[in-house]
């Protein structure tokens, strides 16, 4: 591969990698590569007689065809077939994960086949980056005859030889013939130097193995760019068309999502594609499950094995998806042609499966639509056991944003039972402290939106938080709970209130912070962020056409309908079960006697009519998070961070009706325009409206007895 050339005087040796003072290449650039294989995203699975005729056929060995392609799928199938057959026959160790289905595998093969083209293009940015020119001593390819080594750039005369890794890894069967090369310089006056130059900083495994072999690393911070070159591959097919709906395609497409969560609906609506980004692939790659995970980790490594490039094995591990929430979302001025979005899920260890990828995003995404479709007024739950008739809107409840609503309220009422347990040292302390012969309790809690922060940045949106609050106060149900009661009619009105002070200062703390942070409440807060980002286009639309203007309003959720099984009255039911039956029924035996607590408490509503925003400034966002506009827009490439601590992942999309180059190219400024947002302290108007809400407080009721 020849390198180019440079006008002026040539990088000294002491400012290049290796050097005594070497300079930095500077922030972070993007460059771009093609991969071959690209056209054959959504194939569908082949045919056995395809599969036959291609082992025969001699493009089984040209890479980007498809005969290569079915292939390795019939060596993948035939290699996983024996191990488990091995398995089953003497099962001894840990069983083999299951195989992959097409659509899974595939999904790591394409990838895998642009390698070298990767490897290649990255080299050419480094030498481009460093000024590297074949007119100051610089080649590609040069061979140290004593190790039986290439080296991708060096340069003879200064003695600087350079291995250019475009991902995070290394080749572990290369670095032995490098130490090699390191140990048959010592000694010499001018002993030649060997550096490995990455995009990013490289992992862990990778810093030890060279920090033990002695050989430094230099980073040239880039990142690589998937771009579709069109014209005809080497199997005849063109790789410019590529199927709508595929990343790098073009066109659109229509009627229903496809079955289960396929990654490249996010955020789509009917007449747009998924252009090319990094949040498809990595969700389509986390597994559904943490055996699923292991086997798309094997069958990646593997595959970048064969191809040439071990170092490239992309590791999926490294996120908690089920803490992904959408965060980021931006708007074209291309008559609302495109639509840019990001999100964000902590960080975990590199070596911990990271799965549910699929589902989390495509929850955050249909639940999204689902805020635009229906209006205000179909957004209300109720699981009040007074009120049967009345659970949930007919719409609303063929969607999976209705279950988590009526899901979270379910499991409210069994977080609080959990906290006011009496064998627990908070529930102890919390009966202790109740007054009244019964230690009655009666009243509503709900769940609404405590004030977001956001950074409306005219045609970006920024979701900085989105905390939620739960609130209660007094209220009687009628219908008789367990013990037989309803409510707390026969107690004191002064013990009463004692009672509610008591748990509004104990419990619900504990409740608030289950609803921000438990696990089980993952869901509500995925589809409030949504509900955020769609709030934004809902107003965003009232002046202006954006992707989503046709949608708003319309009332069709036919493309969003829930992904799971589930009826609003299997729901209720189990509530009211709940509420009639008891979370507890605990027997303490003590020297007095036998004394049976039963307890049931009623709790109740998701409320997100209101939403409070608290809209951040230009300057205090620049302060408070000075990298989070570069994170949101190198996401749509990679995986990327906010801030140094790598504490979050970012991962980006984009979804257009039009060609990307159209659909996103940087408008020119606009005159500056109303805020979007009201002061923070102001209710969103538009969202109240007579005789709907988001979801309505309903009655609920605690009652407590307490008997000898």
Same mark, same amino acid.
């Given at each position: ?98 195989? @992959? ?46 190790? %039986?080594?290439?080296?991708?750039? !060096? ?49 862990? !495994? $990778? ?34 068309? *590529? ?49 699923? $995970? ?37 708007? &074209? ?26 589902? !989390? ?20 739950? %109720? ?21 988590? @609503? ?89 013990? /009463? ?10 419990? *619900? ?36 056409? /954006? ?12 493309? +969003? ?5 589930? &009826? ?63 994170? !949101? ?22 979804? &257009? ?7 996103? $190219? ?20 538009? +969202? ?21």
């Amino acid at each position: 591969m020849p390198l180019p050339k440079f006008d002026g005087p040539p990088p000294t040796t002491h400012t290049l990698p290796g050097g005594s003072r070497p300079a930095s290449a500077g922030p972070r650039q993007t460059y771009d590569y093609e991969n071959p294989a690209e056209w054959l995203r959504n194939r569908p699975q082949p045919q056995s007689y395809e599969v036959a005729a291609a082992l025969l056929s001699p493009k089984a060995e040209i890479p980007g065809t498809w005969e290569r392609c079915l292939k390795r799928w019939q060596d993948y199938q035939g290699e996983k077939a024996t191990k488990l057959a091995n398995y089953n026959s003497n099962p001894v160790g840990k069983r083999p994960s299951p195989m @992959l289905s097409w659509d899974k595998w595939i999904r790591q093969y394409i990838p895998n086949q642009g390698n070298d083209n990767q490897g290649s293009a990255f080299r050419m940015h480094v030498a481009q980056r460093l000024r590297l020119g074949s007119n100051f001593g610089w080649q590609t390819e040069s061979y140290v005859a004593g190790v %039986n080594r290439y080296y991708d750039l !060096a340069n003879k005369e200064l003695g600087l030889f350079y291995e250019v890794k475009s991902g995070r890894g290394i080749d572990k069967n290369e670095l032995a013939r490098d130490q090699a090369f390191i140990a048959s310089e010592r000694g010499h006056a001018n002993p030649r130097k060997l550096v490995y130059i990455f995009p990013e900083e490289p992992t862990e !495994a $990778a810093r030890t193995a060279l920090r033990l072999a002695g050989i430094p690393y230099f980073v040239v911070s880039a990142q690589k760019r998937l771009v579709a070159p069109g014209g005809t591959d080497s199997g005849g097919a063109k790789t410019g068309d *590529l199927k709508a709906g595929s990343q790098g395609g073009s066109g659109s497409q229509s009627g229903p999502p496809r079955s289960a969560a396929s990654p490249d609906d996010i955020l789509r609506a009917p007449d747009q594609y998924q252009a090319p980004a990094a949040a498809p692939a990595y969700i389509a790659e986390s597994g559904d499950t943490s055996e699923e $995970a292991a086997e798309l980790r094997e069958v990646n490594r593997q595959l970048a094995t064969d191809s040439g490039h071990p170092e490239l094995a992309e590791e999926p591990g490294g996120v908690d998806f089920s803490t992904l929430e959408l965060r980021y979302v931006s708007d &074209t001025y291309h008559k609302g042609s495109g639509v840019q979005y990001a999100f964000k899920a902590d960080a975990s260890p590199p070596d911990q499966e990271s799965f549910g990828g699929r589902r !989390a995003a495509q929850l955050a995404s249909d639940s999204f639509f689902v805020w635009l479709e229906l209006p205000p007024s179909a957004f209300t739950v %109720n699981l009040n056991p007074d009120e049967p008739e009345r659970i949930i809107d007919e719409e609303f409840g063929r969607t999976d944003a209705g279950r988590v @609503l009526l899901e979270a309220d379910l499991a409210m009422k069994k977080s609080v039972a959990q906290f006011i347990h009496p064998d627990t040292p908070s529930g102890k302390d919390y009966w202790a402290a109740l007054q009244g012969d019964t230690k009655c309790l009666s009243m509503r809690q709900w769940i609404v939106p405590d004030t977001a922060t956001v950074r409306d940045d005219d045609n970006e949106l920024y979701i900085l938080d989105a905390p939620l609050l739960v609130k209660m106060e007094s209220d009687i149900v009628k219908a008789q709970g367990v013990g037989g009661v309803a409510g707390c009619g026969q107690q004191d009105e002064a013990d /009463t209130r004692h009672n509610e002070d008591v748990y509004r200062t104990t419990i *619900l703390p504990q409740v608030q912070e289950a609803v921000n942070h438990a696990p089980e409440y993952a869901d509500l807060r995925r589809v409030y962020a949504s509900r955020v980002a769609a709030e934004w286009f809902r107003r965003r639309s009232s002046t202006k056409t /954006t992707a989503y203007s046709h949608l708003i309003g319309k009332g069709d959720i036919s493309h +969003w309908a829930s992904r799971e099984e589930w &009826t609003p009255r299997a729901v209720f039911d189990r509530y009211v079960q709940s509420y009639t039956n008891g979370e507890f029924n605990v027997t303490h035996t003590t020297t007095e006697g036998t004394i049976v607590y039963t307890r049931t408490y009623v709790y109740g509503g998701v409320d997100f009519s209101r939403i409070d925003q608290n809209e951040v400034g230009a300057a205090a966002f620049a302060k408070d998070h000075p990298s989070l506009a570069a994170s !949101a827009r190198e996401s749509l490439n990679g995986p990327s961070s906010e801030g140094n601590e790598g504490n979050d992942i970012w991962l980006g999309g984009q979804t &257009t009706a039009v060609p990307t180059a159209e659909a996103f $190219a940087v408008p020119v400024p606009a005159p500056s325009k109303p805020l979007f947002y009201a002061l923070a302290a102001l209710p969103l108007t538009a +969202w109240i409206v007579t005789g709907g809400v988001l979801v309505r407080r309903r009655r609920a009721n605690s009652s407590a007895g307490a008997r000898p």
